[in-house]
């Protein structure tokens, strides 16, 4: 919650202070600004390193979800069994993960700019990692929690029920306006 709050404010007031019709890179706005503010450019390196180690984050679950739907019957390499750690699997896990990673280099160098890349990421990987899967976890494993750590009725109460249904249809409505503004932002864009 206190990295929420953190996350939420530094990204209001950052685009407080570079008011809509700007260029969308917020960071890019403040170097150019601010080109010898130590914490703007510190902020700018942190940034790059969040990108860099935030790539596996997005492609592990995508790598995961691909292998399960297109191979539902055949171990995955993270079964609990020893035909997991086969050759088979472990180089269709390979493929995934090429075929994957070409894929995402492939529509990085068509798109060409990356606050596009930043804005759809944020839109969507980010707004699922940070708030939407915190909460649907929350709904569906906090029973197991309940009943393992405390004395409780290990059912979620119904208020945090609320609360998280709340959260999950917030979150979702944010993230589809964002990635539908982004689009259309791309699009204007590329038409001009």
């Not at 570079?18 to 969308?24: A, C, I, K, Q, S």
């Not at 600004?33 to 130590?38: G, L, R, S, T």
């Amino acid at each position: 919650m206190f990295l929420s709050t953190i996350y939420l404010l530094v990204g209001g007031l950052s685009y407080l202070r570079f008011l809509p019709g700007e260029d969308g890179n917020v960071l890019e706005q403040m170097l150019a600004a601010e080109p010898d503010n130590i914490p703007v450019q510190i902020a700018s390196v942190m940034m790059t390193i969040v990108v860099i180690l935030s790539y596996p984050l997005f492609t592990w679950p995508s790598r995961f979800a691909i292998d399960r739907l297109l191979f539902p019957k055949y171990p995955s390499l993270y079964d609990p069994t020893p035909e997991a750690k086969s050759w088979k699997v472990t180089i269709r896990y390979f493929i995934i993960t090429v075929i994957l990673v070409t894929v995402t280099y492939i529509i990085a160098a068509f798109v060409g700019e990356l606050s596009i890349v930043f804005g759809l990421v944020g839109a969507t990987g980010a707004v699922l990692i940070k708030y939407i899967i915190p909460n649907l976890l929350y709904l569906k494993l906090g029973p197991v929690y309940r009943k393992k750590f405390t004395n409780k009725d290990p059912s979620v109460p119904l208020w945090q029920k609320i609360i998280l249904i709340f959260l999950i249809v917030l979150w979702t409505c944010v993230g589809a306006i964002s990635t539908v503004t982004v689009i259309i932002d791309a699009v204007e864009t590329f038409q001009a």
